[in-house]
């Protein structure tokens, strides 16, 4: 078919929806607990990146904590996140890891190296990144592999006749009234189309584990209710990095980057970004 053939087709193509901004509350803004970080340091960069209707407030006890040690380092916020629920709803997985990759690219342009680590789904992301651009290093923590809650594994059917679960977050815990309006947006409900970006994501994480060779370091909880510690044993037999190690916490909950032992996280941490 020639040019001169195509031409007037095209003309009788549809509106090509995919340009259109997808509905989001005209006021929306992004809360101060949400706002992304950057600091440039030396050389060597590392890649913060945060979990599912999670927080950049959550890292930044880490993100100070490599900071100090000289470190160029980047905390994103994912599209979607921090801000409300419809926001949310309009963001997918694909939104989620364009926004990584492209942090990734960016430090990876400007620095010698770059390292990750990534919290549940952040986990996720990471090893995402590290099957398609193998990082210097990459540390996986709390990473949604092994997840608790059985009927997750059936959100692809579940979404369908519920899109929104009843979440388990209890506003009557909250003191902080900046985390009291983002739990009524995200943690009081579960939005069951977003779950489902989630675990595609964590399929492709899955389905390509063998092609990491970074340097990997597992941090993990026994006292983290949604991931299940086996998870090291699924990323050890996995990948197929040279140099593997984990730590196993005993009284985290699943945000261990801002619980009772961050402080052994951001030391264990900054010790595996200092080897070779």
């Known amino acids: 078919m020639t040019l001169q053939q195509v031409l007037p087709l095209l003309l009788y193509l549809p509106e090509d929806s995919t340009l259109k901004l ?5 006021n929306t803004e992004i809360s101060p607990l949400g706002i992304p970080r950057f600091k440039e340091g030396g050389s060597e960069a590392v890649l913060l990146i945060h979990g599912f209707r999670g927080l950049t407030q959550e890292f930044y006890y880490l993100f100070d904590r490599i900071s100090e040690e000289g470190y160029t380092v980047s905390l994103p916020r994912l599209p979607g996140h921090g801000t409300n629920a419809a926001d949310f709803h309009a963001s997918n997985g694909s939104d989620w890891l364009r926004k990584v990759t492209d942090e990734y690219l960016l430090l990876k342009t400007t620095h010698d190296k770059v390292h990750i680590a990534g919290l549940s789904m952040g986990g996720l992301l990471t090893l995402i990144l590290a099957q398609e651009f193998t990082p210097d290093s990459i540390c996986l923590m709390a990473p ?16 369908y006749i519920k899109p929104y679960a009843n979440g388990e977050w209890d ?8 985390r009291k309006a983002l739990g009524r947006e995200y943690w009081a409900k579960t939005d069951t189309w977003k779950l489902a970006d989630m675990m595609k994501l964590r399929k492709r994480a899955l389905e390509n584990l063998s092609r990491v060779e970074s340097r990997t370091l597992t941090i993990v909880s026994e006292g983290d209710k949604t991931v299940a510690p086996d998870a090291v044993e699924i ?13 196993i916490l005993e ?8 619980g009772c032992e ?15």
Not at 235 to 247: A, D, R, T, V, Y
Not at 262 to 276: C, F, G, M
């Open 235 to 247: 990323i050890s037999n996995g990948i197929s990095s040279k140099n593997i190690e984990h730590l």
């Open 251 to 258: 009284k985290s909950s699943h945000v261990l980057v801002n």
């Open 171 to 178: 506003e009557e815990k909250e003191n902080d009234p900046l």
């Open 144 to 159: 949604a592999i092994s997840i608790r809650h059985k009927l997750i594994h059936h959100i692809h059917f579940l979404k």
């Open 262 to 276: 961050k402080e052994e996280v951001a030391d264990r941490l900054i010790e595996w970004l200092k080897q070779e």
């Open 22 to 26: 997808p509905k989001i509350p005209w």
